[in-house]
């Protein structure tokens, strides 16, 4: 059974950098490729920022340049650097998993099947 657990969310001031963390285990087929979510209060879960095998990834516009994801394949560890956070980087972060898909790293939630409960990270200005 594949287990995604996030860590790392917490409270944070306008400006700052938060580094969330993502563990996946428990899969037949050994790797994963990797995404993360976000859901505000009364929004729609929108993509963040996924890592495919080959350590590839890919970013939501919004990002501007501000996260970094990462990616340990030997111990399907994957990590999101969130620099310079303002207060609409507020939501609940999720991890996303899947076996590893050839080509660009993916986007849609739906390319993903294995959910993590959520870190909530909460930017005060």
């Known amino acids: 059974q594949v287990q995604v657990v996030e860590s790392g969310g917490r409270l944070v001031q306008a400006g700052d950098s938060l580094r969330l963390s993502c563990v996946a285990s428990g899969a037949s087929f050994g790797s994963f490729e990797m995404g993360w979510f976000r859901q505000a209060p009364e929004s729609e879960r929108e993509f963040v920022s996924s890592i495919n095998w080959y350590r590839t990834a890919a970013y939501a516009d919004f990002v501007e340049g501000r996260f970094i994801m990462s990616k340990v394949n030997a111990n399907n560890t994957a990590y999101l650097q969130m620099n310079r956070l303002t207060p609409e980087d507020t939501a609940i972060y999720y991890c996303?998993?899947?076996?590893?898909?050839?080509?660009?790293?993916?986007?849609?939630?739906?390319?993903?099947?294995?959910w993590g409960l959520g870190t909530q990270v909460t930017v005060s200005s």
């Open positions: 996303a998993v899947r076996r590893p898909a050839p080509g660009r790293p993916l986007k849609s939630s739906s390319d993903f099947h294995y």
